[in-house]
């Protein structure tokens, strides 16, 4: 037997609840066993879990998209039990049964070895959100972005996403601008590595097409207006990143930044990113992201508590990271 949190549908409405599985309902789709570790909430996550957007495409459905822990059982060629692995993504918690969980069966193609420094507690503050930051750095890199062109905006900077691309990219020796709606938490930036603190609502309503150049790159992982405003303060030739919609799915931007100034938006997908990428992501965060800095952007809860923080985290009341210990 084994505990997970449980998602069932019944009257177009979705129902959590922590139960216990007997190991044989696992789906047989996947050929590698893993003892769960550590899980995490994601804003994803919160989405299924309250049934806020149609995440969860198939019922009933063990919830978590991230999970970290030991192979107990591996018919792949490429895992032997014991071995660290990581999971992020790939329809897990959506239409292959998830994370949130004491055991998962699952593909051996979607597994990540662990690097060697990180501890499955680890893996899971960085979860979905900590490396979806690292790939929305890796392709400001890879657009030619350095830390003498300018500064950097990091919006949603109080959320998991923006969290770890303030620690990232304040590590790499860019000058990090962190924009949020939680001022009281300016200090937790900070010590991130922010230099400056702006209020979201800066950017949050509808504004001019062209507006004062300000940054040379922009993190966002809110979209709407939020995106469209910072790409018009894009400097000449600058790059945005966008891989959320924590304030809309909407995208109401004009084409004068694109046209007049060259600037870049760069879309990052996290779900089905190829393994070569999602590995290069691991090592680069297993090598750029300080210790001190991850311990201080994540709090604990166990499997019954990941109900009542999915409902916290799409109200916008969760700061930083949260580790799901799927064994409390
Ligand atoms: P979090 O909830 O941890 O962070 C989102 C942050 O956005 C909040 O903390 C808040 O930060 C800000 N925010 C919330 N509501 C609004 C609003 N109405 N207007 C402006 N800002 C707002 O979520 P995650 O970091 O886990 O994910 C962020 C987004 O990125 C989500 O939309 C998620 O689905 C998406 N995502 C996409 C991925 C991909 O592969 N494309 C992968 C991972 C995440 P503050 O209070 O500091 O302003």
Redesign the pocket.
């Known amino acids: 037997m084994f505990n997970a949190v449980l998602l069932t549908q019944s009257d177009g409405k979705t129902h959590a609840a922590v139960v216990a599985l007997n190991d044989d309902a696992l789906p047989p789709d996947g050929d590698v066993l893993v003892a769960i570790d550590y899980s995490t909430?994601?804003?994803?996550?919160?989405?299924a879990i309250t049934g806020k957007a149609p995440v969860v495409r198939s019922w009933p459905m063990v919830a978590g998209i991230d999970g970290a822990g030991t192979v107990l059982a591996s018919k792949h060629a490429a895992w032997r039990p014991g071995e660290r692995v990581v999971l992020n993504?790939y329809g897990v918690g959506e239409t292959h049964w998830g994370c949130l969980a004491q055991k998962a069966r699952l593909r051996g193609d979607w597994l990540v070895k662990l690097p060697e420094r990180f501890s499955s507690r680890d893996a899971m503050i960085i979860?979905?959100?900590g490396?979806?930051?690292m790939?929305s750095v890796m392709a400001l890199e890879r657009s030619g972005v350095v830390p003498h062109h300018g500064d950097v905006l990091v919006?949603?900077?109080?959320?998991?996403?923006?969290?770890?691309a303030v620690a990232l990219l304040s590590s790499l020796g860019y000058r990090v601008v962190?924009?949020?709606?939680?001022l009281h938490?300016a200090e937790y930036?900070q010590v991130l590595g922010a230099a400056e603190v702006i209020d979201?609502r800066l950017?949050?309503e509808p504004g001019k097409p062209l507006q004062k150049e300000r940054w040379a790159a922009v993190v966002d992982?809110?979209?709407?207006h939020?995106l469209v405003n910072a790409i018009a303060q894009l400097r000449y030739g600058g790059v945005a990143t966008?891989?959320?919609?924590?304030?809309?799915m909407d995208f109401p931007a004009n084409m004068a930044p694109f046209i007049l100034r060259g600037v870049t938006l760069h879309?990052?997908?996290?779900?089905m990113?190829p393994r070569e990428l999602r590995e290069e992501a691991w090592q680069r965060l297993a090598h750029d992201l300080e210790p001190q800095k991850l311990g201080g952007m994540s709090h604990d809860v166990g499997l019954a508590d990941a109900i009542v923080v999915a409902q916290r985290?799409?109200r916008?009341e969760?700061?930083?990271?949260v580790v799901v210990d799927v064994n409390r």
């Open positions: 909430i994601n804003y994803k996550d919160g989405l993504g979860g979905t959100a490396y979806t930051a790939l919006t949603g900077a109080s959320g998991g996403v923006g969290s770890v962190a924009s949020t709606g939680k938490e930036l979201r950017l949050s992982s809110v979209g709407s939020t966008a891989c959320g919609l924590a304030q809309g879309g990052i997908d996290s779900v990113a985290i799409v916008g969760i700061h930083g990271r």
